[in-house]
């Protein structure tokens, strides 16, 4: 394996990142996410209630940037086990909190330009059964779960340092 750099320059990357938490306990609304600890870090494809190790009194944060083909208004919406809650470009547009069996909840329209809009969806799961979806709806799109292309985040890739060509030819 060759070294790599530590840090390569910021570029949009597919996939969200996601911060996992343990708690004994989450408020049904109002988490401080920014308060808590992190237990574990790092990147899905999708947006998953399945991340991290525990399947009761845990959180997610999942965030990066939603990719609009068209511009036009969308409808966003999360269905979740217990509490969830949806922000685009900062705003909340979905707010599914509390401790509840599986529920949809739906925004109201949000007009968006074409181009990368910042998204941030918070889970958190007190006991029993668990679920966490997400998606939209829009110009020419039924209602749908995210797709992984429309998925990103600003990231560094590592790349191979290059340290020169070694003659591996054993008559040089």
Sequence with gaps: LRD?????PEEIVPGLKYSYYEEDSFPGSGIDWAALTPVEQGTTMTVTHELGQRRERYGLVIEGMLKVETAGAYQFWTRSDDGSEMFVNGTRV?????THPPQLRESD???LPAGWHALRITFFEGGGGEELQAGWSGPGMKRREFLPEELAHSGSVPRPIDRGKVATDASA
């Design 109 to 111: 329209s949000v007009d």
């Design 94 to 98: 979905v707010d599914n909190g509390g």
């Design 4 to 8: 790599q750099q530590a840090d390569g």
